[in-house]
């Protein structure tokens, strides 16, 4: 399988830097502000949970814009593509059905657009860092194998919705619910240490580490503001877990994607 893979990535990885390209293009074509509302977004949201849980509810963690803004890019990451994810197949019918691509290709296309914006995220990130005076370290070296767990992690779990989205209608529905569910306990506007482990630390270190979006997000917060550690061993711990889902999902579709056009 992984020669077949390697042969397919190289075959089709100009479709997927063109096929991103092009969704980037068309999404500022008719914009005013073209592509500054990639960057606008997501510091409105940055405002506005500053101000409704920096402010109204007192919110005191250490650089809490910074803070905010990096629970955002990595959950709005995860998010949107998991969303697009589920009718990815249906959404892109008159290219499935007139030629063949392996489908996990239309995956990686996606997660390019959205890694392209988590990017420009990441910049503004680092302006933050500076206008807050965050001295770096060696630390912040650690968010590279974090983003490498959360892409991975995102692709395998992509694949496997891609595939089930295909036979069933309402899975749109379910995710739908199951990703407002975690949103709220993944600790994307307050942190998870200060906020649950007082009185719940069990319930704290379940969700700071099995979570892998808690884990990700807070690790990340950890390396980039803080100057601490990633706990390597649950870094590990995820990436076989992603690598797993990500071949797991790569030989679904292998096995059924010729059974895809029957039933869109």
């Not at 997000?217 to 797993?244: C, E, G, K």
Request: aromatic fraction near 18%.
């Amino acid at each position: 399988m992984i020669k077949r893979v390697h042969k397919d990535l190289k075959k089709y990885k100009k479709y997927i830097l063109y096929s991103a390209r092009a969704e980037l293009n068309a999404e500022v074509a008719n914009s005013y502000l073209n592509w500054i509302w990639w960057i606008l977004e997501p510091i409105c949201f940055m405002l506005i949970y500053t101000f409704v849980f920096g402010y109204v509810f007192n919110a005191r963690e250490q650089y809490f814009p910074a803070f905010i803004f990096i629970g955002i890019t990595i959950w709005e990451f995860f998010n949107k593509n998991i969303t697009n994810s589920i009718k990815m197949v249906k959404n892109n019918k008159n290219i499935v059905t007139k030629v063949y691509l392996p489908k996990y290709i239309l995956v990686l296309s996606k997660m390019f657009v959205n890694g392209f914006k988590m990017l420009i995220s990441f910049l503004i990130v680092i302006l933050l860092m500076v206008f807050f005076r965050v001295k770096p370290t060696f630390n912040i070296f650690w968010v590279f194998a974090i983003l490498l767990d959360l892409f991975l992690f995102t692709f395998g779990c992509m694949c496997i919705l891609m595939h089930l989205g295909v036979f069933i209608a309402d899975l749109s529905n379910v995710i739908r619910i199951v990703l407002r569910i975690m949103f709220y306990i993944t600790g994307v506007f307050y942190s998870i240490e200060s906020r649950v482990s007082g009185s719940y630390p069990i319930l704290s270190q379940l969700l700071e580490k099995y979570n892998p979006l808690a884990f990700f997000i807070t690790s990340s917060r950890h390396a980039l503001l803080y100057n601490q550690p990633v706990d390597y061993l649950i870094l590990v711990l995820w990436f076989i877990i992603s690598v797993a889902l990500s071949i797991l999902g790569i030989k679904i579709i292998y096995k059924n994607e010729n059974s895809y056009i029957k039933v869109i």
